[in-house]
């Protein structure tokens, strides 16, 4: 479903400021695989996803989702195979559209445009029932501007957006990272919820060890721009904190020292 | 007194689709757009030269609007596809066309008096000037808002508006954000140049130099539309553009009545729309706003 293939990602390159965001990253992911990716602060990560998405182009290597080769793509046409979900809850809606609105622009993501109405009343119908059936509260809000709600419902907002048009690939990135530890953790198990139900293909990012282990089938750890541990199977089954951390140390020759990680 | 008012209805209509140009590009985009400057004056330049040359002027109109989309997409592609900044795009483009302007005009300023203009029908119907330009103004301005009511309703309508509130978000849904931003630059330049050409009818005659300030004017009516009439659904709102350009004339009109000179308007209005769009600021002065803790972090 996903293949990356050697790709460098250097930012400011030739500058005092020259950083190599991501150094001969390879991945290549199947159908269904829920993968969970952490790694300390600026491992790269968020730069992976972004160079998956078309946000930056990389510098070397190619990308392929689904079976297209989508290296040279631009953002909004790779779009239409992905499902994205950032870590400010400020990024995913338009916070001065209503609600419905922005599930409309949504819904026709990977559809040509044009000049038919934005929302049908028949959609409407849709976006209700979906809507009561997350148990949210907001199924009676379609008319409310989506900057007055929030951040955990535009969080949950954003993570529909990003399904409701079954994506080839979800993407999230520490979509939990900005919410209080209750708001994140129902907006965590909506996102198992949908993933199960609709049987997405996912990377997520997460800044909790826990998290990355207990949800997915396969555990990928980034340190300097690189992969360094890539757990699968019953062995990932197997994981607890420690011997995460034992084998962080091994691989990267460092202690881990982050702390956000082992507070959680 | 009636004359006055009057008049300043007539102006206000006539510059009503300017100012619902400038808050498609201001409120809508997100992007200080100085290309109306030179798209307004575009629009008097073209129709007055095409009706001194004998085209009837419902067609000089039109080849009005044309143009100032195309000065939008001018600068929407300076914009979009030369990744310059929405506002030095616009001020480049506004320049390029003060030589245009000029081309097309052949001097720095072209008379229409006596000739056959868009009003001129319904003169013939037995309307007096004034009033005929009252109902092809109020004609134009409805025509406008029906068709922007129904078109930002449109699924690349709502598009456009999304792409000015979060672009981030319309990308990772699949849309163009530079297409958007293009097509609004054209459909905002091209309201601003059909105002300016039916204000040079109604002035009868086009000038080089009618665009400048013309952008600070558009924002006083914006805001005071804004301000005044409010913005419940999106009917009203665009509705509430064309009430603040009317008010904005009805203000000019009496502040002159009351002895300013016409040379310090300009100053006048730039300092009014600097106190408006400070407001915030200062309502945030003298009433500190309460600061709230998150909870959780
Ligand atoms: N747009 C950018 N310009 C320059 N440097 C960047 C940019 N984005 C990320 N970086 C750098 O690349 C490295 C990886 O960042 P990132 O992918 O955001 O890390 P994280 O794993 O915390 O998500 C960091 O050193 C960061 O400073
Ligand atoms: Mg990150």
Redesign the interface.
Same mark, same amino acid.
Request: proline share 5%.
């Given at each position: 479903m996903l293949k990356v293939d050697r790709i460098y990602k250097v930012f400011n390159p030739g500058t005092v400021n020259q950083k190599i965001a991501l150094r001969d990253v390879s991945i290549q992911m199947e159908e269904g695989d829920f993968v969970t990716l952490i790694g300390g602060n600026g491992a790269g990560k968020s730069t992976l996803l972004n160079c998956v998405?078309g946000v930056y182009g990389v510098d070397k290597g190619t990308i392929n989702i689904a079976g297209t080769d989508v290296t040279k793509l631009?953002?909004?046409?790779r779009? *239409?195979m +992905?499902g994205?979900v950032?870590q400010n809850p400020?990024? /995913? *809606?338009?916070?001065?559209?209503i609600l419905e609105?922005?599930l409309? +622009?949504?819904l #026709? #993501? /990977?559809q040509p #445009? /044009? +000049? &038919?109405? /934005?929302?049908t009343n028949k959609e409407r119908e849709t976006y209700r029932q979906i809507l009561s059936h997350l148990d949210l509260g907001l199924e009676d809000r379609l008319h409310t501007k989506v900057g007055l709600l929030s951040g955990g419902q535009r969080q949950a907002i954003t993570l529909l957006?990003?399904t409701i048009k079954k994506p080839k690939l979800l993407l999230l990135d520490e979509h939990t990272a900005a +919410?209080?530890? &209750? *708001?994140a953790e129902r907006v965590l198990s909506m996102t198992d919820q949908l993933i199960n139900e609709n049987n997405l293909t996912v990377m997520m990012v997460t800044h909790n060890m826990r998290d990355a282990i207990k949800f997915g089938n396969r555990l990928l750890m980034m340190h300097d721009g690189r992969i360094i541990l890539d757990i699968k199977g019953d062995e990932k089954k197997k994981l607890t904190v420690e011997s995460l951390l034992k084998r962080f140390g091994a691989a990267s020759g460092e202690e881990f020292t982050y702390d956000r990680t082992l507070l959680s | 007194m009636l004359e006055i008012i009057k008049g300043a209805v007539s102006l206000g209509l006539l510059w009503a689709m300017m100012t619902i140009g400038v808050y498609i590009s201001y409120r809508i985009l997100a992007i200080a757009d100085l290309t109306v400057e030179g798209s307004i004056t575009l629009g008097a330049a073209i129709a007055a030269q095409a009706i001194t040359i004998g085209l009837n002027p419902y067609i000089a109109t039109g080849i009005s609007l044309l143009g100032g989309m195309a000065a939008g997409l001018v600068t929407g592609l300076l914009h979009t596809k030369l990744r310059i900044p929405a506002l030095l795009s616009g001020i480049l483009t506004m320049i390029a066309l003060y030589s245009i302007n000029l081309r097309v005009l052949g001097k720095a300023s072209l008379s229409l008096l006596r000739m056959e203009t868009v009003y001129t029908v319904f003169e013939r119907l037995g309307l007096e000037f004034s009033w005929a330009v009252i109902v092809l103004g109020f004609l134009s301005v409805s025509i406008v808002i029906c068709f922007l009511y129904w078109f930002f309703g449109t699924e690349i309508g709502c598009a456009i508006r999304a792409t000015g509130n979060n672009p981030n978000m319309v990308r990772a849904q699949g849309i163009n954000t530079n297409t958007m931003i293009i097509i609004g630059l054209v459909i905002s330049n091209g309201l601003v140049a059909l105002s300016g050409a039916l204000i040079a009818q109604n002035q009868t005659f086009a000038d080089v130099q009618m665009g400048t300030g013309s952008i600070v004017i558009g924002l006083a009516s914006v805001i005071i539309g804004e301000v005044l009439f409010g913005k419940r659904n999106y009917f009203l709102r665009l509705t509430s553009l064309a009430m603040g350009a009317i008010t904005y004339r009805i203000i000019i009109a009496f502040v002159l009545k009351l002895g300013m000179h016409s040379n310090d308007l300009k100053l006048f209005t730039a300092i009014t729309v600097a106190i408006a769009l400070a407001l915030p600021i200062i309502k945030d002065y003298l009433n500190p706003p309460k600061i709230t803790v998150e909870e959780g972090e």
């Open positions: 998405a631009p953002e909004h046409k779009a *239409t +992905l994205r950032f400020m990024m /995913g *809606t338009a916070s001065d559209m609105e922005n409309a +622009l949504a #026709r #993501r /990977g #445009r /044009g +000049l &038919k109405w /934005g929302i957006m990003a +919410l209080d530890p &209750k *708001t | -």
